[in-house]
């Protein structure tokens, strides 16, 4: 392998609202090196790779390529310099071949400037047999394989001229050939000089594949070292670090006993690829956490027992009683309230007032169940009020409009709305994703005395400390199952981590 320098990255920074997403980051690619960046969700790594492939702009730093200063990356300007990346999800062209996947950017033509279907499929053909992967170019995308769509999606990358290759999560869902296949792939190419920057969860196949390894946590690289010389028990201990000091933590001793309350059921929850035969139960004043990495089936189960995608089976019971929501509306008038990762999308009507995105939720489930047939604004408002008050929502007015207001308000009326619409099951996802400090220790009190209130909280989280201060419980789930419940002394972020990457003890993979 050699030793100069293909990629270098000087003091990269990329902020998000409320989060920094990188914090003043270096890092070095060598020519025919494949190197692996590892940390838990949010640490930064899948951002500093976006900023290379150019879907992502800096907000300051340097990057060069092969010694060339580049000021300006966009996705042209980073295939134009080589630089190609493989995307965890698929990102091909369902009702096309798989030739005219892989050229799609660049398709032969005739001498009339035709596209000449034959001359793309033999094209095709010769990067394919180079490649080593045995798929016909002329068959159809949507019948090939997971395993053969994901090759056929390196097959692509390959189809101009790659120096740098870029590979997110590229083993998720393969099965042993398919990985085997890939890693030769990439082996063989290695060789010829392709540097791979390569994303992985699944600590044992960076320690397979890589020739580096870059540690990243909370927008920082904490060590970059030769795979040879380190081990899982190093890796591990620098992705979790030394968490920041929270300012809320559940005082989970004053509870009330939880054992003669109220009883929720989540039972044989299950649809094929995503969620896999999921159960556990929770009582009322319990906060359950869900934690996992990117991929693993969290809100896909939230969706399935919310009613928003068809389950294949699953069933919710209250104290025995069947309320398995059939639709998203019928979980509403069951008190099933959910609080959506993406709030600004699907969880507020941001050009809206803040008193009609708190009180439409009960609005709609009355105009539905014919209590009442006209609005009456007055009355909404000062029920949105009250709302606010009790919520201490920071605006102005309830006529205020909810784009007006900061990340962590807005968060505050949407979950007025659950509460105002009266919901007793109330799942969050993601709830303190792009708010500050502050106002994530007001919504854990929040959610801390709603819990109080006799309500059955989930919270699904991607920050591990978060799920550690504020539940009373953890499951973790990987490739769509349940795959660990935590409690008591358990509850910690090494062994969320651990149960996440699939090691049942530091240095031993679990069994799948």
């Known amino acids: 392998m050699g030793t100069d320098t293909v990629l270098r990255a000087e003091s990269i920074v990329k902020n998000y609202p409320g989060v920094q997403a990188l914090k003043s980051v270096d890092f070095d690619l060598l020519r025919g090196e494949v190197h692996a960046l590892v940390g838990q969700n949010g640490a930064g790594k899948t951002t500093l790779v976006e900023i290379i492939a150019g879907s992502v702009p800096l907000d300051s730093g340097t990057i060069y390529v092969e010694g060339v200063k580049c000021d300006f990356l966009d996705p042209a300007r980073s295939i134009e310099l080589g630089i190609q990346t493989v995307h965890q999800e698929n990102q091909l062209v369902e009702d096309i071949t798989v030739a005219e996947n892989i050229l799609l950017y660049d398709l032969p ?49 390959f189809s101009r001229q790659a120096k740098i290759l870029i590979l997110d999560e590229p083993t998720a869902s393969l099965d042993s050939n398919g990985k085997q296949a890939l890693f030769s792939l990439i082996r063989r190419y290695s060789a010829l000089g392709l540097s791979t920057i390569y994303i992985s969860h699944h600590l044992n196949e960076i320690f397979e594949i890589s020739d580096s390894v870059t540690v990243f946590k909370d927008g920082v690289r904490v060590s970059t070292r030769r795979t040879a010389e380190t081990d899982v028990n190093t890796v591990i201990p620098e992705m979790i670090g030394r968490s920041s000091q929270s300012l809320y933590v559940r005082d989970k001793t004053a509870r009330q006993t939880l054992a003669e309350r109220s009883l929720l059921e989540v039972v044989d929850f299950h649809r094929e690829g995503t969620v896999d035969h999921v159960s556990f139960s929770i009582r009322a004043g319990e906060i359950f956490g869900i934690a996992g990495l990117v991929g693993a089936g969290r809100t896909e189960l939230a969706q399935l027992i919310f009613g928003v995608d068809q389950r294949e089976s699953g069933s919710l019971l209250l104290d025995g009683k069947e309320i398995t929501p059939r639709t998203p509306f019928d979980a509403v008038d069951k008190g099933i309230g959910f609080l959506t990762e993406d709030r600004k999308d699907s969880g507020l009507v941001l050009i809206q007032p803040v008193y009609e995105n708190i009180t439409l939720v009960r609005l709609v489930k009355e105009i539905k169940a014919r209590i009442r047939s006209f609005l009456n604004p007055t009355r909404e408002r000062s029920a949105a009020e009250t709302v606010v008050k009790q919520l201490d ?23 007025g709305k659950w509460l105002f619409a009266g919901s007793q099951i109330i799942i969050f996802d993601e709830p303190t994703v792009g708010v500050d400090v502050g106002s994530k220790s007001e919504i854990y009190r929040l959610i801390e005395s709603l819990a109080n209130d006799g309500k059955f909280i989930i919270i699904i989280s991607s920050d591990n400390p978060e799920l550690v201060a504020v539940c009373d419980r953890i499951g973790v789930m990987r490739t769509g199952r349940l795959c660990a419940e935590l409690e008591g002394n358990q509850i910690t972020e090494e062994n969320i981590v651990n149960h996440s990457l699939g090691l049942a003890s530091a240095g031993k993979e679990e069994s799948t």
């Open 109 to 157: 033509r005739t001498s009339y400037r035709l596209f000449s279907l034959r001359s793309c499929i033999r094209a095709a053909d010769q990067l394919l047999q180079q490649l080593g992967i045995d798929v016909k170019p002329g068959a159809r995308v949507s019948s090939l394989t997971f395993v053969e769509k994901k090759l056929i999606s390196i097959a692509k990358a």
């Open 393 to 415: 929502i920071k605006t102005p007015t309830v006529l205020q409009k909810v784009i007006n207001l900061s990340g962590g308000n807005q968060q505050k009326v949407v979950l």
